[in-house]
Nanobody, 127 residues
């Protein structure tokens, strides 16, 4: 069974950095399209960064372009979301999600297409 476990959230001041981790068990990230999503209080969940490592396809949401970056460690079967220059509006619960990589990335940000979800990790940016 595929499971995703996020970690790395916390409290940080404006302008600070955090790195979130998402560890996959029951599979390998090379077989999946991966997404980082976030949900702030009172707001809908939105796509932050969605990507396919084998096909080198990357999407970043406009609010995080130039500040957030994804990376991976194949040996640890873990992907990361490096978040720099954090702003109070980045405060949210961040989720890692995965779906089988079929090579079709037109709907890469469509949340309902993601099969597996982690439990989420809270990121709070103080002003």
């Amino acid at each position: 069974e595929v499971q995703l476990v996020e970690s790395g959230g916390g409290l940080v001041q404006t302008g600070g950095s955090l790195r979130l981790s998402c560890a996959l068990s029951g599979g390998t990230f090379d077989d999946y399209t991966v997404g980082w999503f976030r949900q702030a209080p009172g707001k809908e969940r939105e796509g932050v960064a969605c990507f396919s490592l084998p096909d080198r396809v990357f999407y970043y949401g406009d609010p995080v372009k130039g500040r957030f970056a994804v990376s991976s460690d194949h040996a640890k079967n873990t992907v990361y979301l490096q978040m720099n220059s954090l702003k109070p509006e980045d405060t949210a619960v961040y989720y890692c999600a995965a779906k089988w990589d079929d090579g079709n990335y037109y709907y890469i940000t469509a949340q309902h297409r993601y099969t597996y979800w982690g439990q989420g990790t809270q990121v709070t940016v103080s002003s």
